[in-house]
């Protein structure tokens, strides 16, 4: 099945500067990639995500790349802010299969 | 998107018992899915609800100590059996929304064993 690696597990900027998570997938067949971030308490809620087809996607401070020749994809987070603070999850997607990456907790100083 | 009732929220459980956890969303879906999430861990997918048939259950878990109930496309029950201490987890709910493959997740329900 399907084996999603994340890094790294912990993060730590300082506000204003760029945060990066990285992921590597296993099966060539995955065509759904999502990011999730979960507050503490909370639940896992989508940020962003892209599929196969498209190589790069963007959201305002939030962009995700891909490249599928390599299986990985990264996440990457323009002028932190302390709200940004938590624990976030890749994915990778095989038809309604999804897998998670183990989180990378990020922390904001301000 | 979906909205998803999750509950209970949390409960404290003694060592033997069982616990059923509902899920309610506020539109038919397709797709139902239970996580579950060990503290400071990640999403572990436990088992896809399937609508009138046997859930289908991952690696790991089985029907026995997780028993789940589909009896149609806007509700669902996990039920976590004759509980130890390892069991205590966030169990959450999800569901596949309007999106393809996009997934929605409950509140979950955090479950202490003592």
């Known amino acids: 099945g399907e084996n999603v690696e994340q890094h790294p597990s912990t993060l730590s900027v300082q506000e204003g500067d760029s945060a990066v998570i990285k992921c590597t997938y296993s099966d060539s067949a995955s065509n759904y990639f999502p990011w999730y971030k979960q507050e503490l308490g909370k639940r896992p809620q989508l940020i962003i995500d892209?599929?196969?087809?498209?190589g790069e996607k963007k959201d305002q401070r939030i962009a995700v790349t891909l490249n599928k020749t390599a299986k990985h994809f990264s996440l990457h987070i323009t002028e932190t802010q302390p709200e940004d603070s938590a624990v976030y999850f890749c994915?990778?997607?095989?038809?309604?299969?999804?897998?998670f990456g183990a989180g990378t907790r990020l922390t904001v100083k301000p | 998107s979906a909205v998803i009732s999750q509950k209970p929220s949390r409960d404290i459980c003694q060592r033997g018992t069982s616990l059923t956890i509902q899920c309610q969303v506020d539109s038919q879906v397709t797709m139902m899915f239970w996580y579950r999430q060990q503290p400071g861990q990640s999403l572990t997918l436990i088992a896809t609800?399937?609508?009138?048939?046997?859930?289908?259950?991952e690696s790991g878990f089985v029907i026995d100590k997780f028993p789940i109930s589909r009896p149609n496309l806007t509700f669902s029950t996990l039920t976590v059996s004759n509980m130890s201490p390892e069991d205590s987890s966030i169990y959450l709910c999800?569901?596949?929304?309007?999106?393809?493959?996009?997934?929605?997740f409950g509140a979950g329900s955090r479950l202490t064993v003592l």
């Open positions: 892209i599929r196969s087809n498209v």
């Open positions: 609800a399937n609508q009138g048939s046997e859930a289908t259950y």
């Open positions: 994915a990778a997607t095989v038809e309604n299969d999804m897998r």
């Open positions: 999800s569901v596949q929304g309007t999106g393809a493959n996009v997934l929605t």
